[in-house]
């Protein structure tokens, strides 16, 4: 079992910056496929960012490339999400998401096994 805890969330201004963290505990395999996800109210959770956990392949939604950065800390097990520019519309809960195994990154949520509790980001206008 792999347990996942966001951190990070609060209430920001729109355009503002925040960083989420996503510390990983409890897995064994160093082969790590990382998704973050959101969720606003009344909509579908839909796929933000990924990584590789062994190695530097990212992907991105079209509505933040360019605006957040994903990115990790092996030592801590932890995967980040900088998130800068920051819209009303990115509001949300934000939620981590792995899959064991050294797979291409996936946008799909049946794909990711373990999921964290999320943490809320609020984007005031």
């Known amino acids: 079992q792999v347990q996942l805890v966001e951190s990070g969330g609060g209430l920001v201004q729109a355009g503002g910056s925040l960083r989420l963290s996503c510390a990983a505990s409890g897995r064994t395999s160093s082969s790590y496929v990382m998704g973050w996800f959101r969720q606003a109210p009344g909509k579908e959770r839909e796929f933000v960012a990924g990584?590789?956990?062994?190695?530097?392949?990212?992907s991105y939604a079209d509505s933040v490339k360019g605006r957040f950065i994903i990115s990790r800390d092996n030592a801590r097990n932890t995967v980040y999400l900088q998130m800068n520019s920051l819209k009303p519309e990115d509001a949300a809960v934000y939620y981590c998401a792995a899959r064991l195994g050294d797979y291409t990154i996936s946008k799909f949520r049946t794909f990711y096994s373990y999921w964290g509790q999320g943490t809320q980001v609020t984007v005031s206008s």
């Open positions: 990584m590789k956990w062994s190695g530097y392949t990212t």
